[in-house]
C-alpha cells in the first residue's frame, strides 16, 4: 500500500508529473456507505497526513495519490501555519455535495499544494451549505461562510479533479519560472 508523505502535483520544478497529473485530474469515488475497511483507512490515512503537515489549510485524498471523495480541513485558526492538535479544529467530510449557494461571490488569490509556485485569482461563493458524511459515516449538514466557505469549495472542486489553474482568475507565476508556465499553459 502506498503511504502518503508525499503530496501529489501536476509538476515539479520543470518537470510535468504526467502520472500524478491523471489521479489529480480525475472524478474521485465516492467511498461506498457503510464504510468498509478500505474506506476507514483512507479517511485514517488522510487526517493522519493533514495533521503531519503545517502548510496547509486543507488537503483532498487526491492530493495524497488516493482517488476518493474525502477532504480535511482547518475550521477555525486559519493560517497555514502551525498544526492542528483538538479534533475540534478540522473537518473532514466524506461525498461532500454542495445544496445550496447564497450570497454574493468574492475574488480572492489561491495557491494550491498540488500547483507549486502559482497563484490564481478565485471567484468564489461566500456562503454554502453542504451536504456530506462525518468520519464516523454520520449524515451531516453544514453551513460555511466566508473565507471558510472558500477552503471547502477549493477542496471539493479536488474531488471533481478541478484545480485552481482551471478558474478563470489570472495566473501569478514567478519571474524565474516564466518559461515553464508560458510553455505549461500553452497547451
Ligand atoms: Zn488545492
Request: glycine content about 6%; proline content about 3%; hydrophobic content about 35%.
Amino acid at each position: 500500500m502506498m503511504t502518503n508523505k508525499k503530496t501529489w502535483k501536476l509538476w515539479e520544478n520543470d518537470r510535468v508529473n504526467e502520472e500524478e497529473t491523471k489521479l489529480l485530474r480525475r472524478k474521485a469515488d465516492e467511498l461506498p456507505l457503510p464504510f468498509d475497511e478500505d474506506g476507514k483507512r483512507d479517511i485514517r490515512i488522510l487526517i493522519e497526513s493533514f495533521l503531519r503537515r503545517d502548510d496547509a489549510l486543507g488537503l483532498a485524498a487526491p492530493q495524497i495519490g488516493i482517488s476518493k471523495q474525502i477532504v480535511v480541513f482547518k475550521n477555525k485558526q486559519l493560517d497555514e501555519r502551525g498544526r492542528v492538535k483538538n479534533e475540534k479544529d478540522f473537518d473532514v467530510l466524506i461525498n461532500p455535495r454542495i445544496t445550496q449557494i447564497r450570497g454574493d461571490k468574492e475574488t480572492a488569490t489561491e495557491g494550491c499544494l498540488s500547483c507549486p509556485d502559482v497563484s490564481v485569482e478565485v471567484s468564489r461563493h461566500t456562503e454554502i451549505k453542504v451536504k456530506a458524511y462525518d468520519r464516523q459515516g454520520k449524515k451531516i449538514n453544514k453551513r460555511y461562510t466566508g473565507f471558510l466557505a472558500r477552503v471547502v469549495q477549493h477542496e471539493i472542486d479536488h474531488l471533481e479533479g478541478k484545480l485552481i489553474i482551471d478558474h478563470d482568475g489570472s495566473i501569478y507565476v514567478p519571474r524565474e519560472r516564466q518559461k515553464f508556465f508560458n510553455d505549461y499553459f500553452k497547451e
